[in-house]
């Protein structure tokens, strides 16, 4: 019998609600696979300032450390907006933990589930093609986390910077990681720059060619970033790996996430080389419907099946949720971010109660 650790970062909004069916989901799997899985509660984000002052209380990372994964529902909220000092807001606590844990590399699958194909907001004859792509975003580097400045000018008022820095060590890891997943699926990466202006993206690219050369199994393509833009809309099917830097992936992977139909349903992994990798949905704290058993739980369901994959390595468990997901959502019972006219409409527990009996 196999015993994993799992950090659950709750969080605020519908945090709660979806990590609770979530949880509900991996005890089913434990059950009927044989494994055991122990929870620590961490606290982290809005609920954190409001119990401790600080979105981001100390000795989190070391808690984290010492499970074998993370699972983080959502936090943030207008109650803890931007007029707060930055130790409490939750979007500070959301970016230390990544840069403490070493998450240097986010994974978004975007891809449209079967029973849902019309959810897609693209004309049918392009979403009809297929979308199943995966986004790797390097994440714990570039303009996010540069210099900033801020002045004054002695003739043009204020004026602001922020340094757009990246290694080749940066580039390299996140390369890799990108050409490691295509192997494990259609064999194809695409590296997004904007390397016809910018001097990080001419170091990017020449990275990635470098590593590609590496992996001749693979087929390898550059592409600018405004025209992957324009390329996610008109002919997403042709992608398979998309790899790039942070705040690229930040823009894209949300126009990705769009192209699939609900944000209720997408779920994210964040991983580095050593520490446990953090799940997530792509959805935020959706303060709008918290606490009213509205929320889509599948995103964050999804998110423990890629911790099953990607963290323990457990394929059929894995794939044993995906399936029930799509058999649930075949079956017409949808929540209400997806519901149709002829749909059964269900609230977040029902919704965790079929998955599982699904299993
Ligand atoms: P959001 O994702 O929370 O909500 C956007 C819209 O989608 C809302 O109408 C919401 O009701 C709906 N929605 C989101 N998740 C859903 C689900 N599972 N089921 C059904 N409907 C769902 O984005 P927002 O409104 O821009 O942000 C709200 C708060 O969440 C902000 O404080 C933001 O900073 C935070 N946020 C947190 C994370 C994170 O924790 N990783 C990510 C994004 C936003």
Not at 71 to 77: D, I
Not at 308 to 318: H, K
Not at 324 to 350: C, F
Request: negative net charge; glycine residues 10%; charged residues 25%.
């Amino acid at each position: 019998m196999s015993h994993f650790k799992i950090a659950l970062i709750r969080g605020d909004g519908i945090g709660p609600e979806v990590v609770n069916e979530a949880v509900q989901v991996m005890d089913r799997i434990g059950e009927k696979f044989g494994h055991v899985f122990a929870y620590t509660d961490v606290l982290l984000g809005g609920c954190a300032t409001d119990a401790v002052g600080k979105s981001y209380p100390d000795g989190t990372a070391e808690i984290c450390r010492s499970c074998d994964a993370v699972l983080l529902g959502a936090v943030g909220g207008p109650k803890w907006g931007s007029t707060r000092p930055a130790h409490e807001r939750p979007e500070t606590a959301l970016l230390a933990i990544r840069k403490d844990l070493g998450l240097y590399a986010n994974l978004r699958p975007a891809a449209l589930r079967p029973a849902l194909a019309d959810a897609s907001p693209l004309r049918k004859d392009i979403s009809a093609a297929g979308i199943d792509l995966m986004m790797v975003r390097e994440l714990t580097g570039g303009v996010y986390f540069g210099k900033r400045d801020k002045y004054q000018t002695s003739d043009r008022g204020m004026e602001a910077t922020d340094l757009m820095a990246y290694s080749e060590m940066e580039i390299e890891r996140i390369g890799r990681k990108a050409f490691e997943f295509a192997m494990l699926r259609r064999k194809k990466v695409t590296s997004i720059d904007k390397a016809n202006v910018l001097e990080t993206s001419r170091l990017w690219r020449s990275v990635m060619h470098r590593l590609a050369s590496e992996y001749p199994e693979v087929c390898y393509e550059d592409m600018l970033v405004d025209n992957c833009a324009m390329q996610l809309v008109k002919n997403p099917g042709q992608f398979d790996v998309v790899v790039t830097e942070n705040m690229f992936g930040d823009i894209l992977s949300d126009e990705a996430s769009m192209i699939t139909g609900s944000i209720g349903l997408l779920p994210s992994a964040s991983i580095g080389d050593t520490a446990p990798g953090l799940y997530e949905p792509i959805h935020g704290s959706a303060p709008d419907i918290a606490g009213q058993d509205k929320a889509n739980p599948i995103a964050t369901i999804l998110s423990v099946a890629m911790m099953l994959r990607y963290s323990f390595q457990l394929m059929e468990e894995a794939e044993a949720i995906e399936k029930a997901v799509d058999e649930v959502l075949a079956l017409g019972w949808h929540t209400g971010d997806i519901a149709g006219d002829t749909d059964k409409l269900v609230g977040t527990r029902e919704m965790g109660r079929l998955i599982c009996s699904a299993i």
